[in-house]
């Protein structure tokens, strides 16, 4: 059987971080600091919030709820992103206004998930090149809000192959990661969101590579605890991959790189 992988997008493949800064900058200036949520986030926030009108609870009382369950995970944001208090910067509700204006420019971006940078240049090319070779399925997955133009499905497809990847399966899935991971009954999976590494260990036999660039040893150790390997690149990930890969036939080998790697 091929091994089956699963990338993750935004974070591990495409530099989101860098476009929402960009815009971010256009729309209040050099000294905005707000930290990019993860795409997943705010989709997550978007279906809530569809979902929420859908069933006819846009009443004064849920707003108002809403509007206060916001600030609290704003703040909580804040204090985590740059230490902040709230004296000194924004108020999260000014916070929460600055943010969705700058999805809101997102959103109304023609292609916007076709116009992002790779994170590492040749990545998507060697993924490619080592799907090939190795014969592995491989898929991407992603929960990227809608923008105006093609489908975030089409998008997605169309940055991969310009990237090097002709052929890509995409998957744009909301929900639990880790149930899609256990359902595509993948052997690995690449994700540079800590949560959607936990659901995937929590709900499927997938062992998960944790893309952190800035992680300390403290991360690093919380996550190998967990069962959650880690590398601190999709370059480093690929080398590790290509290992597990070669030695997949001879588990004394394969338990060797799982110990260093962090899988349990
Ligand atoms: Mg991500």
């Not at 969705?100 to 292609?111: E, M, Q």
């Amino acid at each position: 059987m091929p091994l089956r992988i699963g990338f993750d997008m935004d974070g591990v493949l495409a530099d989101f971080a860098s476009a929402f800064l960009e815009i971010e900058t256009r729309l209040l200036g050099p000294d905005a600091h707000i930290s990019a949520d993860r795409p997943e986030v705010e989709e997550e926030r978007e279906s809530a919030g569809s979902r929420q009108q859908a069933a006819g609870s846009e009443n004064e009382a849920g707003s108002r709820q809403q509007a206060a369950g916001s600030e609290t995970e704003d703040t909580k944001e804040d204090t985590k992103t740059d230490g902040n208090t709230e004296a000194e910067g924004p108020s999260p509700r000014e916070l929460r206004r600055q943010r969705d204006a700058i999805w809101n420019a997102i959103r109304t971006t023609p292609g916007f998930w076709e116009g992002l940078k790779p994170i590492e240049e040749g990545a998507v090319r060697r993924i490619h090149e080592m799907m090939l070779r190795h014969r592995w399925e491989v898929f991407f997955i992603t929960q990227r809000p809608a923008t105006d133009g093609d489908t975030v499905q089409r998008q997605t497809q169309h940055w991969l192959v310009e990237q090097g990847f002709d052929l890509p399966s995409v998957l744009v899935l909301g929900g639990s990661r880790g149930a899609a991971a256990g359902a595509l009954r993948l052997d690995y999976h690449v994700d540079d969101s800590p949560q959607n590494c936990l659901d995937v260990i929590a709900e499927s036999s997938v062992k998960p590579i944790l893309i952190a660039p800035d992680a300390d040893d403290k991360i690093v150790a919380s996550a190998r605890k967990l069962g959650i390997g880690s590398a601190r690149s999709i370059s480093v990930c690929l080398d590790i991959l290509e290992e597990a890969t070669t030695v997949r036939a001879e588990p004394r080998l394969l338990a060797r790189i799982a110990a260093l790697v962090g899988w349990k």
